[in-house]
């Protein structure tokens, strides 16, 4: 486990670098020439839409049919599998352990062992509702029902979505309007990254 962890952490690190040389690239062309910048930008500035490609993605798929059909068979399964999970979570758990192996570095080892205490209390709770819900679903199909009548709800996000994929033209206008900040500041933050890209490298 150790071996992925370091070659995990060593791609990042050289990825971190490749970012950054790009980085600090952009940004000399953008001090001493930013028309060619602007034409490299142009010749680069590409939009792909995966749109139509993914669209059988967003179909419904209909299972609540099969599973009032089949409540006892489902309820034992979701009750069972709760159960299991409740178990691993309060007896075989190990926390500590489980922040040494995704966690490379123990400098902040209370922070790591938080993070999964918290990660630990959400499953048990998801478990403990799949109990609950297990049961309903058990001897009170019709009960389950309407809960989930209640809680099936649409929310809309295609028009946040749509902003997002929307070109920014006011960005690139005040970026090449004023060049020599952007590009000294950028040029700094690059120079930060490489160095420290480089360093992590060679310790």
């Known amino acids: 486990m150790q071996i992925f962890q370091q070659i995990g952490l060593q791609a990042a690190e050289i ?3 490749i970012f ?3 980085g600090m690239t952009f940004s000399v062309m953008l001090l001493f020439s ?4 602007r034409s490299i930008g142009d010749v680069f500035n590409r939009t792909i839409s995966f749109e139509e ?4 993605l967003d179909r419904d798929v209909k299972v609540e049919s099969y599973i009032y059909r089949h409540n006892m068979l489902i309820g034992v399964c979701l009750i069972a599998g709760s159960i299991f999970s409740l178990i691993f979570f309060f007896f075989k758990l190990d926390v500590s352990n489980f922040a040494n192996i995704f966690f490379i570095s123990s400098t902040y080892p209370a922070a790591n062992e938080m993070i999964f205490n918290a990660v630990s209390w959400i499953g048990r709770v998801a478990c403990i509702f799949g109990v609950v819900f297990g049961i ?3 001897i009170a199909p019709g009960k389950m029902k309407q809960i989930e009548n209640k809680m099936n709800f649409w929310c809309e996000t295609q028009n946040f979505f749509d902003k997002l994929n929307d ?3 006011e960005l690139d206008a005040v970026l090449f309007r004023h060049p020599i900040p952007f590009g000294l500041i950028g040029s700094i933050i690059s120079f930060t990254i ?3 890209s480089v360093l992590s490298l060679l310790r």
């Open 15 to 17: 990825l971190t670098l």
């Open 20 to 22: 950054g040389i790009l």
């Open 34 to 37: 930013p028309n060619l910048t």
């Open 53 to 56: 490609k993914v669209v059988y």
């Open 136 to 138: 309903i679903l058990f």
């Open 167 to 169: 070109s920014n033209r």
């Open 194 to 196: 490489i160095v420290l």
